[in-house]
């Protein structure tokens, strides 16, 4: 019986021992070959450059072919299937029409022929062929056997050569398989930054330890607790050196380790096992595994990344007891990209922050404990997107995109070339952007916008000052209550609220209620849904917890006494019936404060627009509110059915699509129309094509994260409102967003704001 699955698993083991491209093609050919017991298996690739299919490895064909022989897309049986993207399965090759001998590869002996299409996301990367003596077809296990390699292979292929010519690729044995690797993610913190890579081993060496007996138990427990208290000293010594750097709430990070080892369940239960005979690693490993299996085994991504923290801590231990001090983490002398599976606080705390360069985590989200950590930073980092072979980019330059959440890995000259060039640039232009602070955010012709951060740390009320916003647009209220270890308390809420309302006072602060659900999850309060986007979000979570919604209401009315600057904001609201309850809460908050004596506002009330119902809606939702804020991450999501996590679909999530655009025109259209403050608080609004067409439709308030607010200012006062109207009339009639794309940049070019488009592609 043939197991796809089983060569597959064989060839990526194998494969991580090996130098060059080269190898490992011949490597697969190999084992495809032999686990079929075909007499041939080849790999084509198809050279971007000149469409040619270029022979590049085989077993079974005359090795001088290889490199020799190249087809055209629709030349012999391989640029046949090239061009009809299907599989050829024959059983005499030779007799049918598209059959192109090619005497250097001697395979008139072979008759039978299966080939089928090697194809990556809609792209084909190139052909692979297997071939027999006996003039009989390949089986129906054979063919989907081959066509299961062909589609697994397919990633990594098209990464191992991408931006490579195929020849060229070959030509240079020494070029290592990473050579050019793009990684592609999900966005972490905005930035660009060139470094070499340090990976981050998150191997549980913990879980190797053999079970093992230990004669003298005093010793094993002595041995434990003096590793255990190393690691708390080491713990706690990584939080003082963060001091300087992090702002409290950050800082508040690495209580979460703290917690774990300090657990007495960890060290009774451990202690207990070397009672019984066990050693002190073996122990360790016991307790460490079944509290981390209890979590790893849960569906929440929050719960599951705590089975991780219980892992890196046993490991820490561990180390210790191995006389381990923790690596050569500060013999760190140039900048430094770190990059693993799951990098903890700790990690960062390792590193002198000048030679921190970027972080990038292929697990995680936005909302990750380590992408808060690395906005706090001002470092960009990736995070998400699955696998990274560590033996391929260990040590070799990166360059990190922060702002289009992509690494290359040993980029070849032109691209790192061009990556420095770019980071100077970004380096260059955000210091001129300083002198733009005080000056206000209008267009030449008079337009005045209202410009204010997007925050949810205490850590970003400085950086908004400092940009020079108007107020906050957007306060995220679940990121202290993501930090915390338990529901905060109402006084715990006021404390912080205070904070954000008092910095900006007498400028407005538009207060989100709870938005959880989605891809947020508190770690103390977790569910799992089959599709969580589509389920307990936002108003329709807190509705139902009645007491947590009602006591942040309180929360944020009592923080706003005497300050009078605060405006509720309503995330994910999708039917008109949860405005309605919201208000009978907001009374009821109103009512319950005044009667204790706290002289309370009412406060303005806005909804979000993120959901297409909401768009819908809106002229009956404007009677219900008071303002409306369109929240264009969620909205294009939405619109698009495109989750805006998924890298596998990052490409259909674009804010440019003409059905975002023009429903964003729409809603903007509306709400003037029934005289309702409409603002934007996305992404979008950091990205300078789109601030052009928000200009163009009126969108009189903008809200964005503090880092982009100097750029967007920037096309604010450049380009005249007149011609942004101009441009917004010509883009809605558009229908293909890469053209739209096109056409606003090179009006950015024209205006002299060339510069803006690559460190604005937010
Ligand atoms: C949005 O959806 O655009 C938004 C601002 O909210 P968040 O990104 O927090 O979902
Ligand atoms: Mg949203």
Redesign the pocket.
Known sequence: MLEPLKTLREIFQDAADLKAAKDLLELIVERVQQSMTADVCSIYLLEPESSELALVATRGLDQVSVGQVTLRVGEGLVGYIAQHQSLLNVDNASEHPSFKYFPETREERYSAFLGVPIISFRKLIGVITVQKEDASYFSDEQEAFVITIAAQLAGPLSQWVHAEDVKTFLAQPDVPIQSNLKFQGVKGATGMAIGRVRWMHSAYELASVPDRLALDSGYELEKFNRALNLAKEELHNSGRRMEGTLPKDVLALFSVYKMILEDRELSSETEQFIREGWSAATALRKTVEAHARIFAKMDDPYLQAKADDIRHIGNRVYANMQGDDGGDGLQVNEPTILVGKDISITDIAQFPPKFLAGIVCSSGSSLSHIAILANALGIPAVMGGGGINPSQIDHAEAVIDGYRAVVVFNPVPNLRKEYRRLARQEAKFIKGLDELRELPAETPDGFRIKLYA?TGLVADISPGLLRGAEGVG?Y?SEIPFMLHESFPSEDEQVHIYRKILEAYAPNPVHM?TL?IG?DKNLPYFSFSEENPFLGWRGIRFTLDNTSIFLSQIRAMLRASEGLDNLKILL?MVSHLDELKAFHGLLEEAVSQLRSAGIKVQRPPVGA?I?VPSAMVMLRDIAKLVDFVS??????TQYILAVDRNNPKVSDLYNWLNPAVIRSIGHVVQSAQKYNLPVSL???MAADPAAVILLLGMGVEMLSLSAYNLPKTKLVIRTMTHERAAELWTKVKRKSDEHRIRRLLESELDRVGLGGLIRAGAA
């Open positions: 997007n957007l995220r989100r938005d989605g995330p979000m993120e369109i929240g264009s991450n969620d909205f608080c996305g992404e």
